[in-house]
């Protein structure tokens, strides 16, 4: 093992420790005390190998590794927050490996005396996960102008503490406005797979050719509040009965679907008034479908119509459906697939074509600038779970194949 | 109209003031603001009807009339607490005719210069709903013995807050305690009815006869934690689509049951960790059967065990089902129900025997002492709801049966 592997996994291990769980994964939402601390670590480490931080107004976090003032940068990022009690390696993999290949190809350059017409900067996206303030993807929809700051910066958590207020507790700073923001030339992210298409073709590298389609609703079933006990079965207008139905037929169609090509699901629930003898007035609820088929999306987004008017009739409710987000299935830039192919190839890694089910900061970037998002496996695909895992073995190869990609784009990717 | 009836319908519309909402209903769940504002003014009622105040250590509150220092009470009482969002009769109705009822006839016998054997009472039982701090009926469960102080000082409410912190805030006093704490010699109550039979049959009064039996569980489903967009289906195991194949099965069992014989609700649901990108690792939720028939109800049990097999095989999930409470379905005491009866009669008021599908403080205090449960009509039988409606006219006939019941019970139930 050579020196540079070795810190790349001593980091890890310390890494992980911020907002440990018992169960062995994390537990760091945005802006929450663990990832506050997790990201302050950070920090010191893009210090110790040479770069400097700075934030901008959303809190995305920069390590900026300079050659030359004034000229873009090949961003390399990911995630540090999480969901709640989930994996180490979501997110966090990606931005450890994006400073790694930073500082080695930074240091490799300023050895040899070269300095480039980009600079190079690893980025910790904030608030990927959604968990603690919704939507997910913030910091890199806000940097890419997908979202609206002042919306970003306005969202609240389940106490009521907004986005704003979060980030002035957390005291992230230098903030750099307006020209001082760093801006990309180009973007990298590896990240694991959270499926199990790598490890079942035992390719340790997956090039992402593409993302699935997503369709994000806010369901909001209203029925009317009675007595649990002394209210008739037959007189019941039941919200929390009207959104079972609601839950499993959804499930059941997506069962019905060929397998891989319909995901749906229900996740989050606030029922009013929420008592132990008092039929709930109104539940709200989420619900997302995805699919890698543009057609298949639109037939089950028919489906959930029928699925919701059934359930009218049964449980005597109404229910509104709301289109909150989406993205529609769409390629990854065609020259980073390529940059990403031909780094495989010469550092002879076995590679496969995956799509991404999940969105990723990437997903945003690929918007704006040539784009390269790269796989390791997941042991059983098991994701936003403790349970997670990728071995040392993958995550070192996932690093190697990294670095390769980030010194290819620095020599294509100029202005 | 008399004074007297033109006092009780101010006083009524004074009393629907505390915590009055938006749609005509009250929301005052035990000790939050509008229960503790609701209880200062019942206070000042008693006083200026010429009772005395004083509180058990549990916070029910007993408006004291007294005759013959160190005889036991005529209790007459309910709640002024409400659920959320609740309407402004349950409970609060019966409190309301029970001082007036109290009051009335202690100016009768003092003005008749008659001193009885027992005292009179009117007692506001703390916490019967139950949606702030579970269980419901816990004022009349500490009093009665069902229930340990301790257990109900120590329940919590969504935020953490104990019974016991609650009242300290609450601040009530005079608290008596041991043989100072108001003894009953009898106990009485009137409430809406909460159902239709009344309104159907035309009858102005409901004698309570019995109480349907009661089941209530616990149900917690335990799945795994994973993301939404990348888990594939045939690999989940959702908690929370568990849990709505179990809600749908209750209520469609409920549904296929003898009409009237079987109520089946769920009504609260707690999701870890509600994100909108994990699937839920884990629901907690209530489950409440009634049945005015001991064999529907053991029946019942068996079916949402099949239920739950079925469930945890169609979702991988595992199902704990706790018993936390029930009570079998019983009669009222015969000699009150007797009292009633004669009572209307000699009144000459229509009157129908019916069974209380929800539970009451006198299913508590019927198990110690006489108790006399009576309705007055419920408009569509609609409760635990803002349109809750029962007309004037329905309410000054309860109070003249209810003051007519506790003249007979004075007479009768002396020690």
């Known amino acids: 093992m050579t020196d540079t592997t070795r810190d790349f996994l001593s980091d890890f291990r310390t890494m992980s420790a911020f907002g440990a769980t018992a169960g062995g994964g994390i537990?760091?939402?945005?802006?929450?005390?663990?990832?506050?601390?997790?990201?302050?670590?950070?920090?010191?480490?893009?210090?110790?190998?040479?770069?400097?931080?700075?934030?901008?107004?959303?809190?995305?976090?920069?390590?900026?590794?300079?050659?030359?003032?004034?000229?873009?940068?090949?961003?390399?990022?990911?995630h540090l927050d999480s969901q709640p009690l989930a994996g180490r390696f979501d997110g966090s993999y990606g931005v450890l490996a994006g400073l790694h290949a930073v500082a080695r190809i930074a240091d490799a350059l300023r050895r040899q005396g070269k300095s480039p017409d980009?600079?190079?900067?690893?980025?910790?996206?904030?608030?990927?996960?959604?968990?603690?303030?919704?939507?997910?993807?913030?910091?890199?929809?806000?940097?890419?102008g997908v979202m609206d700051i002042s919306v970003a910066r306005a969202a609240t958590d389940l106490t009521g503490v907004t986005v704003a207020e979060a980030q002035r507790n957390a005291g992230w700073s230098p903030v750099v406005t307006g020209d001082d923001v760093p801006q990309a030339a180009a973007y990298l992210?590896?990240?694991?797979?959270?499926?199990?298409?790598?490890?079942?073709?035992?390719?340790p590298i997956g090039l992402v050719t593409s993302t699935w389609g997503a369709r994000k609703f806010r369901v909001t079933v209203r029925g009317e509040q009675g007595h649990t006990g002394s209210t008739l079965m037959a007189d019941r207008q039941d919200a929390?009965?009207?959104?079972?139905?609601?839950?499993?037929?959804?499930?059941?169609?997506?069962?019905?679907?060929?397998?891989?090509?319909?995901?749906?699901?229900?996740?989050?629930?606030?029922?009013?008034p929420n008592s132990p003898v008092t039929i709930?007035?109104?539940?709200?609820?989420?619900?997302?479908?995805?699919?890698?088929?543009?057609?298949?999306?639109?037939?089950?987004?028919?489906?959930?119509?029928?699925?919701?008017?059934?359930?009218?009739?049964?449980?005597?409710?109404?229910?509104?459906?709301e289109l909150t987000h989406g993205w529609d299935l769409n390629p990854y830039p065609r020259e980073g697939v390529e940059l990403a192919r031909s780094v495989a190839e010469t550092l002879g890694l076995p590679y496969r074509e995956v799509r991404t089910v999940a969105g990723h900061d990437s997903t945003n970037m690929k918007e704006t600038v040539p784009t390269v998002m790269l796989f390791v496996p997941s042991v059983d695909g098991i994701s936003h779970n403790e349970r997670e895992y990728t071995s040392d073995e993958d995550m070192l190869t996932g690093l190697k194949m990294l670095t390769a990609a980030v010194a290819e784009a620095v020599d294509r990717f100029r202005i």
């Open 27 to 78: 537990d760091r939402q945005a802006a929450s005390t663990g990832d506050i601390a997790v990201r302050e670590w950070f920090g010191s480490r893009v210090t110790g190998y040479g770069g400097r931080v700075v934030f901008d107004e959303i809190g995305n976090q920069f390590g900026l590794f300079e050659f030359t003032p004034g000229a873009p940068y090949v961003f390399v990022g990911s």
């Open 118 to 144: 980009v600079n190079l900067a690893v980025v910790n996206w904030f608030n990927e996960e959604g968990s603690r303030f919704s939507p997910s993807m913030m910091g890199s929809s806000v940097y890419t």
């Open 280 to 321: 709930a007035r109104e539940v709200r609820m989420n619900l997302d479908l995805r699919s890698p088929d543009a057609g298949v999306l639109v037939r089950a987004q028919e489906q959930v119509g029928a699925v919701v008017t059934d359930a009218e009739a049964e449980a005597k409710i109404s229910v509104d459906l």
């Open 189 to 203: 992210e590896i990240h694991v797979e959270q499926g199990k298409e790598l490890e079942r073709a035992g390719a």
């Open 240 to 272: 929390l009965f009207g959104a079972a139905l609601i839950i499993t037929g959804v499930r059941r169609m997506a069962d019905g679907a060929e397998p891989g090509m319909l995901q749906a699901s229900v996740s989050t629930m606030e029922v009013l």
